[in-house]
């Protein structure tokens, strides 16, 4: 039975009863998270003539690198939170990334920034599922969508700062003092973060028997194998997830071949539009995920499959201008349409399993998402670069990209088709 206390944190408004700062310090986290994983998007101009790095190589180092350990180490340390604190295994995971990001400076060559990434992915893999589990435990079911779309804000915040700040230096100093410096800052905010943020119990607002015990893996196979919306869910996210990623690493580029840009130009365009873009889009996805939800639970996956239906058209017509001006016009409807999942397709990944094993069944969607999206995604759109240049010469990229916005159609019909099931894969 739910405590006095709990009821009432379900009738507090979104940011009360010390919610706002325990929301503000995960997203400055997440921001972290971001600003440390896209940073190369835009450093990739000044590496690439640098190192004398291909498009292909760019792509395997910004994606793939990371992508190998932040998926295959995010399951076991999800497994760790469920069991024991989320806020140390996290703190320790921000020290971890933050100082592998102050190492990619110190890179000679292709191999040693390969495996400083390959660093930076393995203390990322305590970031998130954590994250997406305590939040589940600050905020009630019916504040779920909102709030991990709040928390959401750090992708566009940390890849837009990633982008200018990198660019920025890039351009003044030298693109290894970009990864100092924000190495370094990181490291400064670990210890910050664990002293302000307390655990939570465990499934205060999900109060059923045996809600809160930890899953084996045994068992979160068998739990997660019964529900294809699950699974649908997941190859969807990662189907937006692999446009996504490929397009906030390689537009920076593209501005700079496409439309003469410089790197400092690129990096604030480009950081203006996933900032405006982003921030409405989240925001807007995980308020119609939170109220539509209500009146019926399919309704958290049609919100961002009409999205992405709208957003493949949109990237076509902004890619395809000549004209600057309203290529950025045109950017920002997709970039907030495009990231308008992210809210109600992380709500409904907590509702599907039981509050002990949330953490672990989120790594397990970031595990798919991540795989396919970040691992493949970056590297796609820079080998089919690559192909296309033969043809089409320095305009190649924007072929690229426009050839996989037909990712984000297949990520609509997945989500499409995880409808059926999601009422009766929903855990009571």
Not at 27 to 35: A, E, P, Q, R, W
Not at 110 to 118: K, S
Not at 264 to 270: G, H, R, V
């Amino acid at each position: 039975m739910q405590s006095d206390s709990e009821v009432h944190g379900e009738h507090q408004g979104l940011l009360g009863g010390g919610r706002g700062r325990v929301l503000f310090l995960l997203v400055l986290v997440y921001t972290f998270n971001f600003i440390d994983r896209q940073i190369v998007a835009i450093l990739a101009v000044p590496i690439k003539a640098d190192l004398g790095l291909t498009d292909t190589q760019l792509g395997l180092m910004g994606g793939l690198a990371f992508a190998l350990f932040y998926t295959g180490l995010g399951i076991p340390v999800a497994m760790l939170a469920d069991r024991f604190s989320r806020t140390w295994i996290m703190t320790v995971a921000l020290a971890v990334w933050s100082a592998m990001t102050a190492v990619c400076g110190l890179a000679q060559n292709f191999a040693q920034l390969f495996l400083a990434r390959l660093g930076v992915g393995v203390g990322e893999a305590g970031g998130v599922a954590p994250a997406y589990s305590l939040i589940a435990d600050y905020f009630p079911a019916h504040q779920r969508a909102r709030a991990l779309g709040i928390y959401s804000f750090g992708i566009p915040i940390g890849s837009a700062l990633g982008i200018v700040f990198g660019g920025l230096i890039a351009s003044q100093v030298d693109w290894r003092v970009a990864f100092f410096a924000v190495g370094l800052a990181g490291i400064a905010l670990a210890p910050v973060f664990r002293l302000m943020i307390k655990e939570p119990p465990r499934g205060r607002y999900d109060p059923a028997q045996g809600a809160r015990r930890p899953a084996g893996l045994r068992e979160l196979a068998r739990v997660l194998g019964a529900k294809p919306s699950f699974w649908l869910v997941s190859l969807g996210a990662a189907s937006a997830s692999m446009m996504g990623y490929g397009l906030y690493f390689w537009l920076p580029s593209f501005f700079v071949r496409s439309h003469g840009l410089t790197l400092l130009e690129a990096s604030l365009y480009f950081g203006a539009i996933v900032l405006v873009g982003g921030l409405a889009g989240i925001w807007g996805g995980g308020w119609l995920g939170d109220r539509l939800g209500r009146l019926r639970r399919t309704h958290y996956l049609a919100v961002p499959a009409v999205a992405f239906c709208a957003t493949a058209p949109l990237y076509v017509l902004a890619l395809s201008s000549p004209n600057l001006t309203l290529t950025f016009l045109a950017l920002l409807p997709p970039t907030a349409l495009g990231l308008a999942w992210l809210g109600p397709v992380v709500a409904v990944i907590q509702h599907l399993v039981r509050p002990g094993m949330r953490a672990t069944a989120s790594a397990v969607y970031l595990f798919v998402l991540n795989l396919v999206g970040l691992g493949l995604g970056t590297w796609a759109l820079g080998a089919l670069s690559d192909a296309l240049s033969v043809r089409f010469g320095a305009e190649s990229l924007r072929y690229s990209i426009l050839a996989g916005t037909v990712l984000y159609l297949l990520a609509a019909a997945l989500f499409l088709l995880a409808m059926r099931w999601l009422e009766r894969d929903w855990a009571e």
